[in-house]
């Protein structure tokens, strides 16, 4: 009796080890699918991530392109209004001493004939003896 008893006990024992275990086996194997699961999420997110942080840097690239050609373009135009700028005053200058010249000889012919004469003379000895003392 003492062999039944063991055996028993023995199966018994068996028994509630393998539902035990099997139990423990299932609650594992859940676990991990549930963990793959999640692990197949966080990649499909940090994926998403990384194609949006390419998109990001090429948005941002494209940006900055374009702010170095802009760049570019603007120190062109600040260069040719500084051209326009010196031919502008050259021009003025030009203009400007036209302008004497044309008054000067409006002035001269506004004196009389006897003025004209007298400036006309004046005028040649200062060029002929190197001008009045």
């Known amino acids: ?9 023995y199966v018994e024992l068996l028994t509630s080890t393998l539902h035990d275990a099997l139990g423990k086996n299932l609650v ?4 991990q699918r549930i963990s793959n699961e ?8 940090i994926n998403e991530l990384k194609n949006k942080n390419e998109e990001i ?5 494209k940006r900055d392109d ?4 802009f760049k570019s373009e603007l120190i062109a135009a600040r260069s040719e ?5 010196l031919s502008k005053q050259s021009i003025i200058s030009e203009y400007e ?9 409006i002035e001269y012919l506004n004196l009389t004939p006897i003025q004209r004469k007298k400036f006309d003379k004046n005028s040649q000895k200062g060029v002929n ?5």
């Open 81 to 85: 209004i500084t051209q326009l700028k």
């Open 1 to 9: 009796m003492n062999n039944d008893k063991f055996v028993n006990y």
């Open 38 to 45: 999640e692990k197949d999420q966080f990649e499909s997110v």
């Open 97 to 105: 001493e036209q302008i004497k010249k044309l008054k000067e000889q």
């Open 66 to 69: 374009h702010i170095e050609t």
């Open 28 to 31: 594992f194997q859940t676990q």
């Open 129 to 133: 003896d190197g001008g009045e003392f």
């Open 57 to 61: 840097f090429d948005l941002t690239s």
